[in-house]
């Protein structure tokens, strides 16, 4: 056992995780288990304290999946030829391995490649093993898992139910065993998994902050112990290592022998139609919690208490919350595809000098959301990103994405054209076969490569004008409900989200970049509404947000929501000019950018139409936003058409 890591046994507080983990080992086909929780609250130390808990495992000294000898129907294809043969296979002993998945893998990496060009040169198949063979009767240990790519994902949670790894690459298979126990760590301020997929990890537990100060107390003295005397530390909690490690071992022995009696069934039955969770999952994970429960307590029989806990653990993350009915509200605000109701003789000029920012500060609900508009772009520079997501087409620097065109490797080929390859090679067949050889000739020359482009996710920097003019008419009430609507588009396509605004003398940074849209969410109800309208201030800020991110790894869009009324100056100038000013810069870097334009009442300038085409943005009306809504107005001409001919 490794002296450099914390013990297990040693953890101060979250029972809970520890009791996950070790369920896990102790029954495999439980699915494997989801940490939520805040940063420092023990995780990763948890998961590789485990990892050097576990007992060391019988392997085959020269196989690359670390096939175990006892199993013979589990063997790798390798092995199994050699046992075929009559050879005896080499045996060794190592400890479990715990292999970190690092967030920008490729698929090839995790799967593993094919050697093509020994291929069709030589028409032998060489197989370079991923992680998920490495991972084979090991930890396969993910942190923030919800920032790994969705298809990754499904990649090894399919892995992880099978069992097997499939790998097939230009008509080329293989197969091998891939049977790990699957660990991810997330920090929901981070942004959140899809329903599917937190559906497939077997348990979850939440692990917070210890808040009892003398626990804390003992948190620190252990730490500086182990830091201070690793080996003296180590010495000091073997015998209680040496216990859980026994007390594992022997649950695992007994698991075959648990039995679950007619009645803890109807019992997990009923907890699930309770907890509204879909599917037959959460139920076949609560029977082998439950039975991996009454294993370790040394019981064969699996109590009410088993189950009950099983439920906790397997449900936390599958239970649908009940929505809760929005209070009547006490006024309705005008329809998104209505024009604002008219006001009396000599009210509009009224309503537009409090919208000139000397009211106080109002705070307005967010209207309802809805389906906004698909806006994809292309990336603003030709370079690789780091991360992935559902909008912007950029180019993809690996193995991954789809495959658009070919061309001629420039150093070592990472992802070989087959189709073009042979293209370029076939006209020179005839010249090559001379020494009589019939095989496919290949000259490194004729070699070309694949060139790939994927969905990426983006910055999106929503700029909002929260000034006195947005609250004429309550139009910041369909501009909440507008923002709202791009904040969900943004979250389910993978992007980052910041927030700024600006009122009165300057612009703020509400929320910086994050994928969490709950966050999102709640700074833009609590956004306060009043003020004069500095524009220009907003626009630098937002720039000035773009630089300091440099645009690694995910491509910039800006959205800007105002009426374009600027008053206050950024230097003493012309506000309107200074706005404009700005904006071409934007337009210059070429940052993608649209501009909504929630300007309302009698006395419109345009001045947003302008910003549009300073910054070469795209230009919508706060109503055309609506995904449907020109759906909608055909419907209703053709209601209007069908009424007249009756």
């Known amino acids: 056992m490794s002296k450099n890591i914390f013990p297990f046994t040693a953890l101060v507080g979250q029972e809970r995780m520890k009791r996950a983990l070790v369920l896990n080992v102790i029954h495999p086909g439980i699915g494997g288990l989801l940490i939520w929780g805040e940063k420092g609250t023990a995780k990763s130390t948890a998961v590789r304290a485990l990892a050097n808990l576990l007992p060391e495992i019988p392997v085959v000294a020269d196989c690359p999946f670390s096939c175990d000898p006892e199993e013979r129907e589990e063997l790798c294809e390798g092995c199994r030829e050699r046992v075929v043969k009559g050879e005896a296979l080499a045996l060794r002993k190592r400890a479990v391995w715990i292999v970190e998945l690092p967030l920008g893998a490729t698929e090839e990496r995790v799967l593993g490649s094919f050697d093509l060009e020994e291929a069709i040169q030589k028409g032998e198949r060489h197989f370079e093993p991923g992680l998920l063979a490495a991972a084979h009767r090991g930890i396969l240990y993910i942190d923030e898992v919800n920032l790994l790519s969705d298809h990754l994902m499904d990649i090894l949670l399919d892995a992880a139910a099978m069992g097997v790894n499939y790998v097939e690459r230009e008509g080329i298979s293989f197969v091998h065993p891939a ?96 907890a509204r969770v879909d599917g037959l999952r959460p139920d076949i994970v609560m029977h082998k919690t439950a039975c991996a429960l009454a294993a370790y307590a040394g019981r064969t029989e699996v109590s009410e208490e088993d189950v009950l806990e099983a439920a906790e653990l397997a449900l936390r993350h599958r239970r649908k919350s009940t929505p809760e009915k929005p209070p009547p509200s006490p006024q309705r605000p005008p329809q998104r595809s209505e024009p604002p109701p008219s006001p009396a003789k000599g009210e509009g000029l009224q309503m537009e000098k409090k919208a000139s920012g000397l009211e106080k500060e109002q705070r307005f609900e967010a209207g309802e959301s809805f389906p906004v508009r698909q806006l994809f772009f292309r990336a603003v520079r030709s370079g690789a990103w780091i991360e992935k997501g559902r909008r912007t087409v950029g180019a993809s620097p690996g193995k991954e994405g789809r495959y658009v065109r070919s061309s001629l490797p420039r150093g070592k080929i990472h992802s070989l054209a087959l189709d073009a390859t042979l293209r370029a090679a076939a006209p020179y067949q005839s010249r090559r076969r001379a020494g009589g050889r019939t095989a496919f000739q290949l000259r490194s020359w004729d070699l070309r490569e694949k060139i790939r482009e994927k969905k990426i996710g983006n910055l999106i920097l929503f700029l909002v004008d929260a000034s006195g003019s947005m609250g004429a008419w309550r139009r910041m009430v369909a ?168």
């Open 179 to 274: 049977r790990f126990i699957l660990i991810g760590t997330m920090n929901p301020e981070e942004g959140e998994l899809r329903p599917q997929l937190l559906d497939r990890f077997g348990l979850c537990v939440e692990v917070g902050g210890i808040d009892e100060p003398t626990m804390r107390a003992e948190v620190v003295r252990r730490r500086i112990a182990f830091e201070t005397d690793p080996v003296a530390f180590h010495e000091q909690w073997k015998e209680s290592q040496e216990k859980e490690r026994e007390r594992i071992l022997a649950a695992k022995r007994l698991l075959p022998q648990v039995r679950l009696s007619e009645e803890m069934l109807q019992l997990i039955a009923r907890t699930a139609i309770e």
């Open 479 to 646: 501009v909440k409900g507008a923002i709202l609507s791009l904040l969900k588009d943004a979250y389910q396509k993978r992007d980052r989200v910041g927030l700024l605004s600006f009122h009165g003398e300057g612009a703020e940074l509400l929320l910086p970049p994050t994928g969490n849209f709950k966050k999102a969410e709640a700074r833009l109800k609590e956004l306060p509404t009043g003020g004069r309208t500095p524009l220009a201030h907003g626009l630098r800020l937002a720039l000035q947000m773009f630089q300091r991110s440099g645009y690694q790894e995910r491509p910039p869009f800006l959205v800007l929501v105002s009426d374009g009324r600027a008053n206050v100056s950024l230097a003493h100038g012309d506000p309107m000019a200074e706005a404009r000013s700005v904006a071409c810069e934007i337009g210059r870097r070429g940052i993608p950018s649209l501009v909504l334009d929630a300007e309302a009442g009698f006395f419109r300038l345009g001045v947003a139409k302008e910003l549009a085409r300073a910054m070469s943005g795209v230009y919508l009306i706060l109503e055309q936003l609506e995904g449907n809504q020109m759906a909608k107005i055909v419907r209703r001409m053709i209601r209007i058409a069908r009424r007249k001919r009756l």
